[in-house]
C-alpha cells in the first residue's frame, strides 16, 4: 500500500474549502485515482434546515479528486504544487441523490481522459463509500497553470 502525501501538501486548498481528506489510490498507467471525503454538519455548505450537504457540493469534491490525481504525478516528477487551478466547465453532470447526509464517506473517483498542455478533462464519480451507491457523475474541464 502506497503513503500519499496529505491533501494539503497537494491541493492549494485549506481549512474549511479542503473538502477531500485522503488519497485512496492513483494508477499513474490508465491515470486513475480515488479520493475520500466525509463532511459533518459543521461543514460550511451544510444546510441544516434540510439537514444534509447539497447535491451540488459534489462538483467540488470531485473536482479536487482531481486535483489530487494531476497534482500527486506532479509530486512524483518534483513539480511544486500549485498555488491555484481553475474548473472551467462542467458537462454530463448527473446527481442520484436528494442531498448528501453529513458524515457520508465518499468516494471519488477520476481519470485523465484528456489532457493538452494546462488544460485537462476528466470523468469524475461521487460514490457512497460503504456501499459504492453512485451518487453522481461529470466531466469536468480544468485549468491548472
Not at 7 to 14: D, F, I, S, T, V
Not at 92 to 109: Q, S
Not at 114 to 134: F, H, K, Q, W
Request: proline share 7%; charged share 20%; net charge negative.
Amino acid at each position: 500500500m502506497t503513503d500519499f502525501p496529505p491533501p494539503e501538501k497537494l491541493l492549494p486548498h485549506r481549512g474549511n474549502m479542503l473538502l477531500v481528506h485522503q488519497l485512496e489510490c492513483v494508477d499513474l498507467e490508465s491515470m486513475r485515482s480515488s479520493a475520500l471525503a466525509q463532511l459533518g454538519e459543521d461543514c460550511l455548505f451544510y444546510d441544516s434546515a434540510k439537514g444534509c450537504l447539497p447535491t451540488e457540493i459534489s462538483i467540488e469534491i470531485m473536482a479536487q479528486g482531481v486535483g489530487l490525481l494531476t497534482c500527486y504525478r506532479d509530486y512524483l516528477q518534483g513539480t511544486p504544487p500549485v498555488e491555484s487551478a481553475m474548473l472551467l466547465s462542467v458537462k454530463k453532470y448527473a446527481v442520484y441523490c436528494e442531498g448528501i447526509p453529513a458524515n457520508t464517506l465518499l468516494r471519488t473517483t477520476n481519470e485523465i481522459a484528456m489532457e493538452d498542455g494546462p488544460i485537462g478533462v476528466y470523468n469524475c464519480e461521487l460514490y457512497r463509500a460503504e456501499d459504492s451507491t453512485l451518487l453522481a457523475q461529470a466531466e469536468l474541464t480544468a485549468y491548472k497553470p
